[in-house]
């Protein structure tokens, strides 16, 4: 089983600055992939930005949105099997629930299946 924990949400003005972390632990091989994605009320689910397991941001030719480029970092602790948003300059429209993603190899198995946090809310005041 594995389980994950996010944290790191929460509400600030424009312009400024949030981090978020999500951890997992328990039957974990290995973490291939790992994501943030977001959803904002009445739209659809959208990749914010996604790292490989080598720390490249290049992952299917995509590594961040272009709404949040030059703004939002990804990063990732292989040891602590952690990845982490850092968001700056925050805008209004980044507004939405914030999911981390990760494609995870548990013992025993043969195919990595993709495992969601629960989800944090962040809120950008105008």
């Known amino acids: 089983q594995v389980r994950l924990v996010e944290s790191g949400g929460g509400l600030v003005q424009a312009g400024g600055s949030l981090r978020l972390s999500c951890a997992f632990s328990g039957s974990i091989l290995r973490i291939n992939a790992m994501g943030w994605y977001r959803q904002a009320p009445g739209k659809q689910r959208e990749l914010v930005a996604a790292i490989t397991s080598g720390g490249s941001t290049n992952y299917g030719g995509t590594n961040y949105a272009d709404s949040v480029k030059g703004r939002f970092t990804i990063s990732r602790d292989t040891a602590k099997n952690t990845v982490y948003l850092q968001m700056n300059s925050l805008k209004p429209e980044d507004t939405a629930v914030y999911y981390c993603?990760?494609?995870?190899?548990?013992?025993?198995?043969?195919?990595?299946?993709?495992?969601w946090g629960q989800g944090t809310q962040v809120t950008v005041s105008s």
């Open positions: 993603n990760a494609d995870i190899r548990q013992p025993g198995t043969f195919m990595d299946t993709a495992h």
